[in-house]
């Protein structure tokens, strides 16, 4: 498979850096083809403004959306932001390394998703969920938390971590298209031991090996 791996971390000592490079890693050593963004290494700017085009529709107002069509229309996106969106369209399997911050994507994550997620290229029109741009690719959520498993499940202190992970699940990924696997989540990998966390890994690596052959998961209400 074709496999593009998102990150941000801004420590790359961290467990989900670990994570990142297992899973290249990993995927590399089952024959997939790799593409990544180190959203951090990058200095990604997570802003959308005019620099995400090259094209200019209105001068005078910026409605990014409308600037969206008229690139899509003109190949009107600036490189970075071409290179990311072909990403996308490349790959069969999206994976995004993260750590959870604040219930949902670190701001630079979001940012990119903001800027990449362009109407017109990525969706729009009748293009959304099972028409999505993305249809027949697949993506999955790897990330940590700061908090344990238990404050994450439904009468827990935090929250169902599903119902948490909805909006990017169905709002973001769906939304465009993408089937969703079963994410990846580590409960907080800072207070575990140096054994547990390679345990975590190796475990990790295994899924990864026999990704190809897992099925889509149903994405629940709140």
């Known amino acids: 498979m074709n496999i593009f791996l998102v990150y941000w971390h ?7 850096g670990a994570m990142f490079h297992t899973a290249q890693e990993a995927l590399r050593s089952a024959g997939h083809e790799i593409r990544i963004s180190d959203l951090c290494a990058m200095q990604f700017n ?3 403004d005019r620099r995400n085009f090259i094209t200019t529709s209105n001068p005078a107002f910026l409605k990014q959306q409308k600037e969206e069509m008229h690139a899509t229309e003109h190949h009107g996106f600036a490189p970075d932001i071409e290179t990311e969106i072909q990403k996308l369209e490349w790959c069969d399997l999206t994976i995004w390394q993260f750590p959870l911050w604040w219930f949902g994507l670190p701001g630079v994550m979001k940012g990119w998703v903001d800027r ?18 993305f249809r027949g690719k697949r993506a999955m959520l790897s990330l940590t938390t700061g908090g344990p498993e ?3 499940q439904k009468g827990g202190f935090n929250g169902d971590i599903d119902a948490i992970l909805r909006p990017i699940h169905r ?19 800072a207070r575990q031991t140096d054994e547990m966390r390679r345990a975590w890994l190796d475990a990790y690596a295994a899924r990864l090996r026999n ?6 998961i149903e994405v629940g209400e709140y």
Do not use: C, W
């Not at 990704?211 to 889509?216: F, L, Q, R, V």
């Open 10 to 16: 801004n420590e790359p000592l961290s467990f989900n």
């Open 46 to 48: 997570p802003t959308s």
């Open 116 to 133: 990449v997620f362009a109407m017109g290229r990525v969706y729009g029109g009748n293009r959304v969920y099972e028409n999505g741009v």
């Open 150 to 152: 238990q404050s994450f």
């Open 171 to 189: 709002g973001i990924l769906q939304f465009v298209g993408f089937d969703v696997l079963a994410p990846q989540i580590y409960y907080q990998p």
């Open 211 to 216: 990704i190809y052959n897992e099925s889509p």
